[in-house]
């Protein structure tokens, strides 16, 4: 039995500031004195608010290389089972089926009192996603105040989007953390819209061709 300190609901919260000093508030718990392939990393802890301390039986500080050897395709870094598909809206744990290695900053603002708006977005971004693993790219989307964080490793992925939730960055503004596509899924993506919509015209000209026949064969 835990005695957790668990979040409000996000739409009474607003800025949660409990995981802002994870990075600094590291430290040995009783799964320090485990074997590694026993123990998991806290998902409370990652939110800020574990309130049992050294005597927490998961690991109180974020994923290191040595750790991702560990790695156990059916449970995330947590130790929590994942499921064979995403949520419809990218949200929860994530699938057993794609890399999860990309998260998706949501409801961004852009920052007004710069001459350099997106490379500053950029470079805030990295400053507060980088705290949580090594980055391997961000792709920023100023026209969906959106941003996909591609990590080397599910996780770091994982542990940020815990971490990340309901943070600020920068401002007053609320970030959303969901579950982004991988450049294979977005380019598999974007190629069934071109196929959809050239098999949509395909159908329109097919159509009108019918409807010509026809106007021909009465006349």
């Not at 957790?4 to 718990?29: E, F, L, N, W």
């Not at 998706?104 to 805030?124: F, N, Y």
Request: hydrophobic share 35%; net charge neutral; proline share 3%.
């Amino acid at each position: 039995f835990f005695l957790m300190i668990r979040r409000p609901p996000r739409s009474t919260q607003g800025v949660s500031s409990a995981a802002s000093d994870v990075y600094k508030r590291q430290g040995y718990t009783r799964a320090d004195l485990m074997e590694k392939a026993t123990s998991y990393f806290c998902v409370y802890f990652a939110r800020g608010c574990c309130a049992e301390g050294a005597k927490c039986r998961f690991y109180h500080r974020i994923p290191q290389p040595e750790d991702l050897v560990n790695e156990e395709n059916s449970k995330d870094v947590f130790g929590r089972t994942r499921h064979a598909t995403f949520k419809e809206d990218m949200s929860g744990i994530g699938t057993f089926n794609k890399e999860c290695r990309t998260i998706s900053a949501c409801d961004l603002k852009v920052p007004e009192s710069t001459s350099t708006p997106v490379r500053d977005t950029v470079k805030l971004l990295y400053d507060e996603f980088a705290k949580w693993g090594e980055i391997e790219d961000i792709n920023f989307m100023p026209q969906k105040a959106q941003a996909d964080i591609r990590y080397v490793h599910r996780f770091y992925a994982e542990f940020a989007k815990e971490a990340m939730q309901d943070q600020s960055l920068g401002g007053t503004d609320v970030l959303t953390i969901k579950w982004g596509l991988e450049d294979s899924d977005a380019k598999v993506t974007k190629q069934k819209d071109k196929d959809q919509e050239a098999r949509f015209l395909g159908a329109v000209q097919k159509k009108k061709q019918n409807v010509e026949t026809l106007s021909l064969i009465h006349i």
